[in-house]
Nanobody, 127 residues
């Protein structure tokens, strides 16, 4: 199982970025995919999660209305569209999956169920 996150970078407050997570080595469209982030000196937190079929989505309260998670079946890819970015969104972002098809209402609650993690991609929001 491999996951590869990409798309991070430096963006000004109020700007947008789209992260991508490409999966391989497993049946991608049978499992939920979660996005997590870890800021310096802080614990890793759940940001968003999308169910195996894309019909179920959950978000952390801090990103609701600003971030959107989606998946493209044929590309084995999950996206995280991040709009209205704030300095507090600065973190390394990771995608992950486990033996689950659905997401918890709170993405952080899925942390222990995520057994496979990609290398993170750094998002820096600064002027």
């Amino acid at each position: 199982v491999q996951l590869q996150a990409s798309g991070g970078g430096l963006v000004q407050p109020g700007g947008s970025l789209r992260l991508s997570c490409v999966g391989s080595g497993f049946t991608f469209d049978q499992y939920a995919i979660g996005w997590f982030r870890q800021a310096p000196g802080k614990e890793r937190e759940g940001v968003a999660c999308i169910s195996y079929n894309g019909e179920g989505r959950s978000y952390a309260d801090s990103v609701k209305g600003r971030f959107t998670v989606s998946r493209h079946k044929s590309r084995n890819t999950v996206y995280l569209q991040m709009n209205s970015l704030k300095p507090e969104d600065t973190a390394v972002y990771y995608c992950a999956t486990g033996h689950m098809s659905y997401c918890s209402p709170n993405p952080s609650d899925d942390y222990r169920g995520m057994h496979y993690w990609g290398k993170g991609t750094l998002v820096t929001v600064s002027s």
